[in-house]
Each structure stands twice: as structure tokens, then as C-alpha cells.
């Protein structure tokens, strides 16, 4: 594992026990928001179980490290993370957040990097135009060795309030992805591997 990774994987770690004044203090503002979307059951897992969890995705797809939203406004987390194949890995899992930080992580090849100002900048905007309320899974049942993807997208919405979004498909379901679902998918996996 290089430097900047383990540096990436410390500063993820000491971020959430940093901040847990200002958690606290932002879940006691955001209870009394009554026009609130109600959180789905996988939603209200996945925030009941606290920072740095691990979640396990529907349909076999295993679990994964959900990384920690951050604070301040309009911060955003996008996750994409590959499972299946023959050997059950994936093609790789990819990690954005707000504050510039990717980090890809595929078999043969590990890295991560600061993102440009310009690319963030699209980058968001792409993460907040999202209708991620309508993200469904797609899994298929004849698919043994399918590759499979999720796509956890978290970001800060009005109020402060953090939701978060899952969208999974496989190799047999790939096709009958929304429109909107595959373009945040495109746009965020062009940085696969830290390109710029």
C-alpha cells in the first residue's frame, strides 16, 4: 500500500472522531425539520449503524466500508464498488468525495489522488442533479457469475440533513439502468485508475 493511501485511510479514520460535536449538534437541528423525505429501510440501516461502518449490499454482493459524510454543506460521498467474475472480485471499487479525495482500488492497481478544482466542481454538480430517489436494484437471478455494481452515492441535502442512495444492477440487468443512473455511473468511473 503506497504513502498517500495510508495517509488517506488515517485522515478518513480521525475524521469522524474529529467532528462528533458538530454530528451531534447537526442531529439535534435536523429532528426538528418536518418536511423531510422519509429514509428508506436501507437508508435508516445504513445511518443507524455510525461512523466508518461497514455495509452489506443486497442481493450477495457482500459488504463494503462506507466512508463518513462530511459536515459542512453540500459535501458528497460516491462510492462505486464491483463485485463478481469469475474470481468473485470485481473490476474494482472507486471512492470520491467532496473534498477532492479518490481512491481506486482494483487487483493490479492502487493509487489516489487530490482532484483538480475544475473536475470537483463537475463533479458535484453531477453528485447533487442525481434523481438518487428513484435509484432501484436490478439484480438478476440467472447471472451465476455476472459482475455486479453498486453505486452508493451520500451527500448533504436541505437542512444539513445526510441521505444516503443505493443503486445495484449486474451484467444480465445492466441494460435497464435508468438514463440518469448511467450518467452519474460514466461520469464518476472516467476517473478510474486517478485520471484526471
Known amino acids: 500500500m503506497n504513502q498517500r493511501l495510508r495517509t488517506l485511510i488515517v485522515i478518513i479514520n480521525l475524521i469522524p472522531s474529529c467532528l462528533c460535536f458538530a454530528q451531534e449538534g447537526a442531529n439535534k437541528t435536523t429532528s426538528a425539520t418536518p418536511a423531510q423525505k422519509p429514509e428508506t429501510e436501507l437508508q435508516r440501516q445504513n445511518s443507524a449503524q455510525g461512523q466508518n461502518t461497514t455495509v452489506v449490499l443486497p442481493d450477495g454482493m457482500g459488504a463494503f466500508q462506507k466512508v463518513e459524510l462530511s459536515p459542512e454543506a453540500n459535501s458528497w460521498v460516491v462510492q462505486i464498488i464491483t463485485r463478481g467474475g469469475l474470481d ?27 482532484l483538480r478544482d475544475d473536475v470537483l466542481q463537475m ?35 436541505g437542512a444539513g440533513i445526510g441521505r444516503t442512495y443505493i443503486a445495484y444492477w449486474d451484467s444480465g440487468t445492466e441494460e435497464n439502468i435508468s438514463d440518469e443512473l448511467r450518467k452519474v455511473y460514466d461520469t464518476f468511473m472516467t476517473h478510474k485508475g486517478c485520471k484526471q
Open 88 to 114: 468473485g472480485k470485481g473490476k474494482g471499487d472507486l471512492t470520491i468525495t467532496s473534498q477532492g479525495h479518490l481512491a481506486w482500488n482494483e487487483r493490479k492497481n492502487q493509487c489516489n489522488i487530490k
Open 123 to 157: 463533479l458535484t454538480q453531477t453528485a447533487f442533479s442525481a434523481d438518487a430517489s428513484k435509484w432501484v436494484g436490478l439484480p438478476s437471478m440467472i447471472c451465476a457469475d455476472c459482475f455486479k455494481t453498486a453505486v452508493v452515492l451520500q451527500r448533504r441535502e
